[in-house]
């Protein structure tokens, strides 16, 4: 099976800007797609994905399971500290 058999779910992620205003981006991604795939595609260094129903998505998370084609998922800055 090669890419073009497989069923691409296109999602909405929304980023979130420091002077509070959103930006929308639609990708496709296909099964087995991580948070960190989509994060690195969008060039969002820096960034984690939400879950609708709260708290982020690990980078390792098989996003294309966890989410619905045409849902909306939230870009946020990583709240990490050092220490």
């Known amino acids: 099976?090669?890419?073009k058999d497989?069923?691409?779910k296109k999602?909405?992620?929304s980023v979130a800007g420091s002077?509070?205003?959103h930006?929308?981006?639609d990708v496709e991604i296909l099964p087995g797609t991580q948070s960190r795939d989509v994060l690195k595609k969008l060039?969002?260094?820096g960034f984690q994905l939400?879950?609708?129903e709260g708290g982020a998505f690990a980078?390792?998370?098989d996003l294309y399971a966890a989410v619905e084609s045409g849902q909306k998922v939230f870009a946020t800055i990583a709240d990490v500290e050092a220490g």
């Open 1 to 3: 099976m090669n890419n």
């Open 6 to 8: 497989q069923v691409t």
């Open 11 to 13: 999602i909405i992620i």
């Open 19 to 21: 002077d509070g205003k």
């Open 23 to 25: 930006e929308y981006k």
């Open 43 to 45: 060039d969002l260094n």
């Open 50 to 52: 939400n879950r609708p």
């Open 59 to 61: 980078f390792s998370d």
